[in-house]
């Protein structure tokens, strides 16, 4: 996979940190980084809330304003709960 090159800021001991662990570990600077950024992400992606979101269409300004104005439409009656269940989210 192709590679590009970024900047980006970290805070002092952030970087301290990454830095120690690749000299401890006989790693680059950008390799320790890498996997380490590879693994939050795939932590991040296995979270529900990501897995429940990340496929959804962003709705238009229109559907938006169709949707606020719905939303400012309900009474506290509309907005009370009448049932529950649990849902479990397969890994």
Do not use: C, W
Not at 52 to 59: D, M, S
Request: charged share 35%; glycine share 2%; proline share 1%.
């Amino acid at each position: 996979m192709a590679t590009k090159a970024i900047n980006m800021k970290l805070d002092e001991q952030l970087l301290n940190d990454i830095k120690k662990i690749a000299s401890v570990y006989h790693m680059t600077f950008s390799d320790t980084v890498r996997e380490a950024l590879g693994e939050y992400i795939e932590k991040m992606k296995a979270d529900p809330f990501y897995r429940l979101t990340a496929n959804v269409e962003k709705a238009s300004a229109e559907e938006s304003e169709d949707i606020l104005s719905a939303i400012n439409g309900l009474t506290d009656e509309d907005l009370e709960i009448v049932s529950r269940r649990t849902a479990k989210v397969a890994k």
